[in-house]
């Protein structure tokens, strides 16, 4: 996202908060979650006071296409899930997490002699 939206001021439900984290603790909601619901293009009511698990919650991809969960999502465009949520959770936005390359090569680390 090209701010922070830790430290920007919010109004949910008629209710103002000086942050979306402010928002977060208020509603028991984790701020990761919130952060990665926005991303995914929720509004801001549901990123921050729904408290079902992401995971099940239906998504939509960069092109608009939408999915019964991020996991059948990520499945499609080709990566783990586990992958999508740390990108994700890393602050990337849906389509970088979705079409960057998955390194799948591995390199085990030389022990010094």
Known sequence: MPFNIKSKPCEVNGQHF???SA????FGTSYSR????????YPIEEAVSI???LRLLPARDHLGQNFP????MA????????TLNERLDNG?????????PV???FSPRRRAA
């Open 69 to 72: 969960s991020m996991a059948a």
């Open 34 to 41: 919130a952060r990665r619901r926005l991303a995914l293009g």
């Open 92 to 100: 990337w936005d849906v389509k970088k997490a979705l079409l960057h």
């Open 18 to 20: 000086e942050s979306i």
């Open 75 to 82: 499945r499609h465009w080709g990566i783990m899930p586990r």
């Open 51 to 53: 408290k079902k698990d």
């Open 103 to 105: 390194h799948t090569e």
């Open 23 to 26: 928002a977060c603790r208020h």
